[in-house]
């Protein structure tokens, strides 16, 4: 028997938190809800849900405290959701570790959508190094340190190979350059925000000396990159 996949809501307004859930159960997804920020990160770190749904402001704690606090300890998936709609807000949440982001008034079942499609890509990175291994494939050995497509070596450097692999393991998601330095490169100071740059060129270009048509490095204007397979 297939184990439902479980979403914790983390939301002060009841009706909103109900419709949200509704929604979830008629996509056979389990949601149970919170409605204040003071035991979210207790909650989130002790239960393990699949994903967060997140209101910015909350009573007790807000929002991105709570994300910054979740995520130095956890890679849950974090979907923000806020009546706020200025740009340095959404950038802040991403800055943070946030997965997706959400504006008010939004459609539940676009909600839903946004889950499932984060579940998915969450599902896939769990089992990167044993998915397809059909021709294209690119798979990355983190024994030996070796990137390969179709079996074809890349012969990336250590720091290409932590930084694709930081990439890697979290298809969807993006990374701002400060987040990819604190992942691929912790305690290395010989590092910078804009060597990440060029370190993205040069697997783009090993990448496509192997397989022309390969775009898996996505670039996010203002913001950095994502992996996506």
Known sequence: MT???????????PVLADVIKDYLRQAD????????GISAVETI???????VILDLML?????LTICREVR????VPIILETAKVEEIDRLLGLELGADDYLCKPFSPRELVARVKAILRRTARSRTARECDTSEGAL????ESWIATIDGTNLNLTRREFQLLLALYSRPGR??????????????DSE???RTIDSHIKNIRSKVKSVDPNCEAIRSVYGVGYAFDR
């Open 72 to 75: 130095a300890k956890s890679d």
């Open 29 to 36: 997804i389990e949601a149970t809800v919170l409605n204040d």
């Open 139 to 142: 798979l990355l050995d983190q």
């Open 174 to 187: 993006v990374f701002s350059r400060s987040q990819l330095l604190d992942l691929a490169f912790p305690g």
């Open 59 to 63: 009573p007790g704690k807000d929002g």
């Open 191 to 193: 590092v910078f925000d």
């Open 3 to 13: 184990t439902k996949q479980r979403i914790l809501i983390v939301e002060d307004e």
């Open 45 to 51: 770190l002790s239960t393990k849900p699949d994903l």
